[in-house]
């Protein structure tokens, strides 16, 4: 476990840190909002929606090389409908595949569909338990690691939650959740919507120390492997790692208020508000949308969002969901989706450093 010194970012727990991290966990459960439409991969005939997302066989996965310019680039499906837009990686799981995960950064923690453990009899790994999602509840299981990679990345063997998540499937839709607690080992990645690859920096390491919180921007610099050219711009998150979870949440303003902490959310294709937020001044469209979430399908009302903000990095108003996340207690106001950080081209969640880069308009 990491120890912390003077002037470093990383800090013990704390009950409020505990609180906000449990949020999360849950608020990853209530909206993948818009992933109805990537299980067709867009318009197309009845065939073109069979076909597997990543055709082929899994490649021959190898060990990346460590050291400061070290990279590994998985090629990405990026999906877009209007304004929702969602990425997803090619996955190999007990050497079949590969599958569509959704790259899903507001996951705090990976998960298989329920389809694809049947369809690989992947053995539990211990007690089902009721999570909460959007107006509803499902139920999740552990399931025994086997090994996994994503594109030629081998992956460390884990405990991974099986949950039925609506519009998933096998090869011709996703069938699972590429989480933080995945991502974050590698210390920083690089989601490149533009160019649909996912740049990873040298091979995973270990866990990060359990029960602590970076405030960032702390000392440890981006990896130069999946740094952004200038002009970018350097966004302050707070990441949280409570036992095998990760979190990630970003300031947000709007209308003049907050910050307010967001789940950065790339799971999520269109983002959204905690009704509570409504509270500020956000206007109603009288209009609402289907949305999926983890076990439960529902139809969210929209709000204008007005003028709001990332950081310092102004937004372009737009219509949001509103959406409420359960366990939250007003610590967490909202999931800051795929619709907006594919906006930028690229961005570089960097877990280590406590930061989010994205790339200038």
Request: proline share 8%; with cysteine.
């Amino acid at each position: 476990m990491r120890r912390q010194t003077e002037g470093d970012a990383v800090t013990r727990r704390s009950g409020r840190g505990w609180q906000l991290h449990r949020a999360g966990a849950l608020a990853t459960s209530v909206v993948l909002a818009g992933l109805t439409f990537a299980s067709c991969g867009g318009a197309g005939s009845a065939s073109d929606a069979n076909q597997p997302i990543f055709p082929g066989r899994c490649p021959a996965v190898s060990q990346p090389a460590a050291g400061a310019g070290a990279v590994s680039r998985v090629q990405l499906q990026v999906v877009k409908q209007g304004q929702a837009a969602i990425a997803l990686a090619p996955v190999c799981v007990a050497g079949h595949g590969p599958y569509a995960f959704v790259v899903d950064s507001g996951a705090t923690t990976s998960a298989f569909d329920t389809q694809l453990v049947k369809e690989l009899h992947l053995a539990t790994n211990g007690p089902g338990q009721t999570v909460s999602g959007a107006n509803c509840t499902t139920q999740e299981t552990p399931t025994a690691g086997p090994s996994w990679s994503v594109g030629t990345v081998p992956l460390a063997a884990q405990t991974v939650s099986s949950i039925d998540i609506p519009g998933f499937g096998l090869r011709a839709s996703p069938a699972g959740l590429l989480g933080s607690d995945v991502l974050s080992r590698f210390g920083a990645v690089q989601l490149d919507y533009q160019h649909q690859s996912l740049a990873l920096p040298g091979p995973e390491g270990p866990p990060p120390g359990p029960d602590t919180a970076v405030h960032g921007p702390s000392s440890v610099a981006v990896p130069p492997g999946v740094a952004l050219a200038a002009p970018s711009t350097t966004v302050p998150l707070i990441v949280v790692h409570v036992e095998d979870e990760t979190l990630a949440l970003a300031p947000m303003q709007m209308r003049d208020r907050g910050p307010f902490n967001f789940i950065l959310d790339t799971g999520s294709s269109v983002s959204s508000v905690d009704p509570q937020l409504s509270s500020i001044g956000l206007q109603q469209t009288g209009k609402k949308h289907k949305v999926s979430g983890i076990g439960c399908r529902e139809e969210a009302p929209q709000v204008q969002s007005g003028p709001w903000s990332l950081g310092t990095v102004t937004l372009h108003p737009q219509t949001l969901q509103s959406v409420s996340v359960p366990g939250a207690s007003g610590e967490i106001s909202g999931l800051l989706g795929s619709d907006v950080l594919h906006g930028f081209g690229a961005v570089v969640i960097a877990y280590s450093a406590g930061t989010l880069v994205v790339a200038g308009r």
